[in-house]
């Protein structure tokens, strides 16, 4: 039986991401003005190569939320939480929202995004916190 790798392989172009989201974070645009979510060396939309690193918006809003009460196997949070994607424009992002609970979150609440190391898995988790 092999050992499985200890840390799993890079998540190139997405780890660069999740930690610029402490600092308020950037999505992708093309010449065409599509926004997307790195990495990207390619437009999913027009597939243009000419790509620019654009600022994420301070402020998003709530495009949709859910509660959870079930947590996924090994993922370490201790439910209920609320999960998100965030309108931020060209872009959507999806994370946990912290400090917030269902009933006090709607669509078009707005938060900010943040970053934070998952205590189970280590890995990078996209947040948001109330505006």
């Known amino acids: 039986m092999s050992d499985p790798e200890p840390d799993g392989p890079a998540d190139t172009g997405y780890d660069e991401w999740a930690d610029s989201l402490a600092e308020g974070g950037y ?6 003005g599509h926004g997307n979510l790195p990495p990207r060396r390619v437009c999913p939309d027009c597939g243009s190569t000419d790509l620019s690193e654009e600022p994420l918006p301070d402020t998003g809003e709530v495009a949709t939320f859910s509660e959870v009460h079930v ?10 939480y609320v999960t998100a994607v965030i309108d931020f424009g060209l872009v959507r992002v999806t994370g946990i929202v912290r400090e917030l609970s269902a009933d006090e979150i709607g669509i078009g609440t ?6 934070e190391r998952n ?12 505006a």
């Open 119 to 130: 205590d189970a898995t280590g890995k990078r988790l996209v947040v948001f916190r109330p």
């Open 27 to 32: 999505y992708i645009e093309c010449a065409n």
């Open 110 to 115: 707005a938060v900010r995004p943040d970053v």
């Open 71 to 80: 947590a996924p196997s090994g993922f370490g949070e201790e439910p209920p």
